[in-house]
Every structure is written in C-alpha cells, then in structure tokens.
C-alpha cells in the first residue's frame, strides 16, 4: 500500500526500489518522517512524542467531543466502501469515527498511533503531509482536523492531498482562526462552567496546563481567505465553509473554528471555468475573520 514519500517509487520490507532509502518500523509502525524530511523531521517527531508521552485524550478538551466527532463524520459523508486517510490524526478519536472499508493514519508521533489502532482497525504510519507515502489517486476522503496551521508548506502539503486524492474525492479541513484573551475566556466559561458545570472536567485542564503544558509548533496563521486561496490554487474546488455563523446549530468550540469542504474535480470539471466561490452567510464573511495565532480548540 505504501510507496516511498519522496520518489514515489515502490517499496520491498520498507526500502525504496527505485532510490534505495529505507524506513524504520517500531512497534509495527512505519516510520516515513526523519532527518531528511527538511532537516526537521526528527524535531517534529521529538515535540509530539513528548506531548503524547505525557499526555492522554490530549484534544479532549479543545472542542473533541464525541458530538462533534459525529458531526464531521457526518459532513464529511464518509461511507462503508471508501477509502480514507487522516491527516494528523493523533490518538484516532476520529478516525475511529470515520466510516471506510480501508483508514488510515498518518501522524509525527508513534505514541499517539499505537493509541489509534487501539481505537479502530486503521492502518497507521509517521509521516508529513508534505511528503505522503500513498500513490496517487487512492483516497475517496482525506480529512484534516486542526492541522494546516501546522504544515510545514501549507501548498507542497495541499498539492499532495490533492494527488492521492481520486477525481470526485473530497477533502475537508479544520482550521482555528485567531481569537482575543476575551475570546478564549469565553469558550471556556461555556465549555466547562456555564450553561453545565463541569468541575472535574476544568481541573483536568488545568493540571494539563500546569504540569507539562502542550505547546505545538505553529507554521502560519491563516484567515478563511488564505486557506481558501490554498486549497484553490492547489487544484481543490471549495464548496463549503461551516461556521457557527452560517450553521448555529454546528458542535463547534467557537466562532473561530471553520471547517472547509472541497473536492478534487474531474476532469472535464477542471476544463472548464474556475469553481464557483462557496455562498456566505449574510453574517459571515472571509475579510470578517482574524488571522490565528494558536491552535485553541475545534
């Protein structure tokens, strides 16, 4: 199933044929992502394998609830008979929640994988968005949920989604636009103290925060605009852009939270005209949202 990140060339036990690397598996895990992917693989491993080492159900409390997990399942339309990849799926909260015939996961951190296939049946593997380890034209669905902010190379990584994707495969991502100190405040007033107190809840976040606090590598801020532009300029039509705004009634942590549904087009489909831009809400707006600067909760 696998190819080589790189050359995309075929693989024999995890060495490339056709330019002879070979990769590690531990603990049954393949191992694509190390010192040659940019010189900052092997960092990028390091950082989440600390925060996952000492950390469990670590996006539970940034909005991961198991309403939203069926939510985006719901809006992304997985079905029994697909095939379907997540990008940066962590601990497989909602990989598990994804229909497919065949999942898999590609994260940095082997301790969140062996998690992840603890949850459900996918095949999972360390690897970097940029540099996909899947032929082209394999998904029905890949789904990134809070994860472009940290793409390295937000268009090296687009262009490989939209690669691997099948003509018609969708892909719909999460990102976390910025929010005031105000802001946060408020999304955690309504997450754990009003309209339903939630005690035990808030002191697990706040141990989590007080003792080894999680701090990600943030790559770029984004507002809707840019990861709009994003998707579109690597070769993905957008059709949908969910808000609390445009849907009040979307499981999401916040105003700051969008979620993009596009899809890669036929060919006859990208022959023709430029796709069509999504419709917005009267009350919502692209120039209307502030650019992020911390992954803060889906």
């Known amino acids: 199933m696998y190819v080589c990140p790189t050359c995309k060339g075929p693989l024999a036990e995890f060495r490339c044929a056709a330019c002879g690397v070979a990769f590690a598996v531990v603990a ?48 992304a339309q997985s079905s029994a008979g697909e095939r379907v ?14 229909r497919g015939a065949e999942k898999f996961g590609i994260d940095p951190s082997v301790h969140a994988l062996l998690r992840a296939q603890r949850r459900s049946s996918a095949a999972c593997a360390v690897a970097r968005a940029e540099e996909l380890p899947f032929a082209s034209g394999t998904f029905d669905l890949v789904v990134a949920a809070g994860v472009m902010e940290h793409f390295e190379n937000a268009d090296a990584a687009t262009a ?51 003792s080894h606090r999680i701090v990600q590598p943030l790559r770029k801020s984004y507002t809707v605009e840019m990861a709009r532009q994003c998707l579109e300029r690597n070769g993905l039509a957008v ?50 949202v502030q650019q992020p600067t911390k992954a803060s909760g889906a």
């Open 239 to 288: 059709t949908r852009i969910v808000t609390r705004r445009t849907d009040p009634g979307a499981p999401l942590a916040g105003d700051h939270v969008v979620i993009l549904l596009s899809h890669r087009p036929l060919a006859q489909e990208s022959a023709s005209a430029s796709p069509a831009r999504p419709q917005w809400s009267g009350q919502f707006s692209a120039d209307a």
């Open 160 to 210: 490989e989604i939209h690669r691997v994707l099948k003509p018609a495969g969708r892909y719909v991502a999460l990102i976390q636009t910025d929010m005031t100190r105000f802001e946060r405040l408020i999304v955690k007033v309504r997450e754990y103290l009003f309209p339903r107190p939630r005690p035990l809840a808030l002191l697990r976040w706040a141990r989590k925060k007080l």
């Open 85 to 98: 990849l997540e990008i940066g799926c962590g601990e497989g909260m909602l990989l598990a929640a994804l």
């Open 28 to 75: 049954g895990i393949p191992c694509f992502l190390g010192d040659a992917a940019s010189g900052s693989g092997q960092r990028l491993r390091d950082i989440y394998d600390d925060i996952y080492r000492h950390h469990e159900d670590v996006w539970v409390d940034q909005g991961r609830s198991e309403r939203f997990l069926g939510y985006f399942s719901a809006l």
